[in-house]
């Protein structure tokens, strides 16, 4: 039972213009939401979370929306830099099992200068 | 302030060893959480430590143990190793137990043949 998906494996983007990564989830007792960036060879680096209180969470280039009605997040980056060439995950947590995260599956982005 | 580290970096095993994974954690942090990440797939969460405690863990069997020593340093054993096991495994520690934000190490890739 996939509880976190990312639907789509990869996502090819021109330099300068806007990235939009989709993840959905099901559990409805997700309260904290997290995207993690992942280079080859390396560990996932933090990037963004959003708190189940809020719809919307910006950093610089990167903006989280949450949709809970439809269970839907979206990572937005703007404008999209050829260093942001990665494997995204978004990732969940229900606070009462005490920081367990689920992740989707991964999408990976190829920005293209 | 050290980020969180891991060692051995490479792994090759046979089928029905013995291994043990380390990982230090972030300054600070007294939580860590391991995972296991297929190829191709998201981490899955394997089990998470809370001073010196196992405190949560994924469906995972008993083969899969842990230790998380005072120094908030940690190991991953896994026993019986089948060919299966060949994964990236990552370790990620959080300042405080329940934080959702964890911080992960660059991961053990090891190889079961």
């Known amino acids: 039972d996939q509880q976190v998906k990312q639907n789509s494996p990869s996502l090819s983007v021109q330099e300068g213009r806007i990235s939009i990564l989709n993840c959905d989830y099901t559990n409805s007792m997700f309260d904290y939401f997290l995207w993690y960036k992942k280079y080859p060879a390396e560990g996932p680096t933090f990037l963004i979370s959003i708190s189940s209180i809020k719809d919307k969470n910006e950093d610089g280039r990167f903006t989280v929306f949450l949709n809970k009605s439809a269970k839907h997040l979206s990572l937005h980056i703007v404008p999209s830099q050829p260093g942001d060439s990665a494997v995204y995950f978004c990732?969940?947590?229900?606070?009462?099992?005490?920081?367990?995260?689920?992740f989707g599956q991964g999408t990976e982005l190829s920005v293209k200068p | 302030e050290t980020g969180v580290t891991q060692s051995p970096t490479h792994l090759i095993k046979t089928r029905g060893q013995q291994v043990t994974l380390r990982c230090s954690s972030q300054?600070?942090?007294?939580?860590v959480s391991w995972y296991q990440q297929a190829l191709g797939q998201g981490p899955q969460f394997i089990f998470q430590y809370y001073r010196e405690e196992e405190n949560g863990r994924g469906n995972f069997p008993p083969r899969f143990s842990g230790l998380q020593f005072p120094n908030y340093s940690s190991e991953l054993n896994v026993n019986a190793l089948e060919l299966d096991d060949s994964a990236l495994y990552l370790c990620a520690s959080s300042l405080i137990q329940g934080e959702e934000t964890q911080y992960f190490g660059p991961g053990t890739r090891l190889l079961v043949l």
């Open positions: 300054s600070g942090h007294n939580t």
């Open positions: 990732a969940a947590s229900d606070y009462n099992q005490g920081g367990k995260l689920i």
